[in-house]
């Protein structure tokens, strides 16, 4: 039996593979490796426990602590690391980087250390888009071009990915390497767009679009970007790097709209706020690559965000108890004085 060490498992992604993968492959056993950050919570893996029971571990612990994470791998016979561990919101970056940095570039080069010193493991990374930097013309984004990340958030996985591209070169560890477009879903922390724009109209409050919201991203299932990486680790090129979205692409505003009509919520909900420092104005990506290896979305956008705008209606269990926590005060800090700049 397979055992994959799937760091960062009880955030929104992760959870979101360890399902997928535990119900599509019965001969692989799952370690979930979490620091339980305020972004991780152990009822993302409640039903997965439930279903699959003994093939699913959970080891609470920080990809930092080198210890820790050799002594999580040695005991649990693991022989492939999956890295989701990270600090992953844009805004948060902007207001204190320090996490940042010690988790996404330091906590992947611990995790890749202990890939080597275990005999070579195999090592998937999960990076983004966002490496990339903002897109200009209508060029999609090949793994060829270079990185330019412009957020602290976007630099720390830049970093990570040279360091793990460092590793295939110099020790010949087997990596490969998949940068995922904006995923949208199930158990997404409500501090990114789609779940808190959902989360802010079904109380009827403003939806704070940076700037004039005409800014393009691809909005993909996360469910589509699971079965990408799935896909890369069964046939993916070691030493490679595979972009997952649709390769298409979608205004803010679009977005939104969409997901106020299913809502059945007004568009003066919507209120053009004081825009992000160094907003990414574009990004698109070519997912070629990954598509001549057999994968291919089924959810189109406005599929996407339908479907997740359902899961949020239906999933209040979920959500309350964090918009009432620690996500108070951040709400308070990032949007309490923030310029309106018009509404509607
Ligand atoms: P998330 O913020 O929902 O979850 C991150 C998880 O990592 C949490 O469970 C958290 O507890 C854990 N974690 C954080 N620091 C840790 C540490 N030091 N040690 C151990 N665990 C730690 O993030 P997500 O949206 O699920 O993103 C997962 C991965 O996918 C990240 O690497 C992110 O960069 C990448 N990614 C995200 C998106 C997106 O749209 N959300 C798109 C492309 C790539
Ligand atoms: P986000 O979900 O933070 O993802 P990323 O910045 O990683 O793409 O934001 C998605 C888009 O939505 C991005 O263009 C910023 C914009 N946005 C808003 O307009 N208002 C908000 O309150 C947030 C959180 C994001």
Same mark, same amino acid.
């Given at each position: 039996?397979?055992?994959?060490?799937?760091?960062?498992?009880?955030?929104?992604?992760?959870?979101n593979?360890?399902?997928?993968?535990?119900?599509?492959?019965?001969?692989?056993?799952?370690?979930?490796?979490?620091?339980?950050?305020?972004?991780?919570?152990?009822?993302?893996?409640?039903?997965?426990?439930?279903?699959?029971?003994?093939?699913?571990?959970?080891?609470?612990?920080?990809?930092?602590?080198?210890?820790?994470?050799?002594?999580?791998?040695?005991?649990?016979?693991?022989?492939?690391?999956?890295?989701?561990?990270?600090?992953?919101?844009?805004?948060?970056?902007?207001?204190?980087?320090?996490?940042?940095?010690?988790?996404?570039?330091?906590?992947?080069?611990?995790?890749?250390?202990?890939?080597?010193?275990?005999?070579?493991?195999?090592?998937?990374?999960?990076?983004?888009?966002?490496?990339?930097?903002?897109?200009?013309?209508?060029?999609?984004?090949?793994?060829?071009?270079?990185?330019?990340?412009?957020?602290?958030?976007?630099?720390?996985?830049?970093?990570?990915?040279?360091?793990?591209?460092?590793?295939?070169?110099?020790?010949?560890?087997?990596?490969?390497?998949?940068?995922?477009?904006?995923?949208?879903g199930p158990f997404q922390?409500?501090?990114?767009?789609?779940?808190?724009? @959902?989360?802010?109209?079904? /109380?009827?409050?403003?939806? *704070?679009? !940076?700037?004039?919201? %005409?800014?393009? &991203?691809?909005?993909?299932?996360v469910?589509?970007?699971?079965?990408?990486?799935?896909?890369?680790?069964?046939?993916?090129?070691?030493?490679?790097?595979?972009?997952?979205?649709?390769?298409?692409?979608?205004?803010?505003?679009?977005?939104?709209?969409?997901?106020?009509?299913?809502?059945?919520?007004?568009?003066?909900?919507?209120?053009?706020?004081?825009?992000?420092?160094?907003?990414?104005?574009?990004?698109?990506?070519? @997912?070629?690559?990954?598509? /001549?290896?057999?994968?291919? *979305?089924? !959810?189109?956008?406005? %599929?996407?965000? &339908?479907?997740t705008?359902?899961w949020?209606?239906?999933n209040?269990?979920w959500?309350?108890?964090?918009?009432?926590?620690?996500?108070?005060?951040?709400?308070?800090?990032?949007?309490?004085?923030?310029?309106?700049?018009?509404?509607?």
């Amino acid at each position: 039996m397979q055992t994959l060490f799937v760091t960062g498992g009880a955030g929104f992604i992760g959870c979101n593979f360890v399902r997928y993968t535990l119900d599509k492959h019965p001969d692989v056993r799952v370690v979930v490796y979490d620091k339980l950050t305020y972004a991780g919570r152990l009822e993302n893996l409640q039903d997965i426990q439930a279903k699959h029971g003994k093939r699913l571990v959970f080891v609470q612990g920080d990809i930092c602590d080198g210890a820790a994470v050799d002594a999580a791998i040695g005991e649990n016979q693991v022989d492939t690391i999956v890295n989701f561990a990270a600090e992953t919101h844009v805004d948060r970056s902007i207001m204190d980087p320090d996490a940042f940095i010690r988790t996404d570039v330091y906590g992947t080069y611990v995790l890749l250390e202990a890939a080597r010193k275990a005999g070579n493991l195999r090592y998937h990374q999960i990076s983004t888009d966002e490496v990339y930097g903002h897109i200009h013309g209508d060029h999609r984004s090949l793994e060829t071009d270079c990185m330019a990340p412009r957020s602290p958030y976007a630099a720390s996985k830049a970093s990570g990915d040279h360091m793990v591209a460092a590793y295939y070169i110099t020790y010949g560890l087997p990596v490969t390497i998949s940068r995922g477009a904006n995923n949208i879903g199930p158990f997404q922390y409500p501090e990114k767009v789609v779940p808190l724009f @959902v989360t802010n109209a079904l /109380a009827d409050m403003p939806l *704070p679009v !940076y700037g004039d919201g %005409q800014q393009m &991203r691809d909005y993909q299932h996360v469910m589509d970007h699971c079965a990408g990486i799935d896909e890369v680790l069964q046939h993916g090129v070691i030493g490679e790097t595979y972009n997952v979205g649709t390769g298409k692409e979608m205004t803010n505003l679009r977005m939104v709209e969409i997901m106020l009509d299913e809502l059945g919520k007004p568009h003066s909900l919507i209120q053009h706020v004081e825009d992000r420092q160094g907003h990414d104005r574009r990004y698109c990506m070519n @997912v070629d690559k990954l598509m /001549a290896l057999g994968w291919e *979305p089924d !959810y189109t956008h406005e %599929q996407a965000i &339908r479907a997740t705008v359902r899961w949020y209606v239906d999933n209040r269990w979920w959500w309350e108890p964090i918009r009432s926590g620690e996500f108070k005060d951040y709400y308070r800090r990032l949007y309490g004085e923030r310029k309106v700049i018009s509404k509607g």
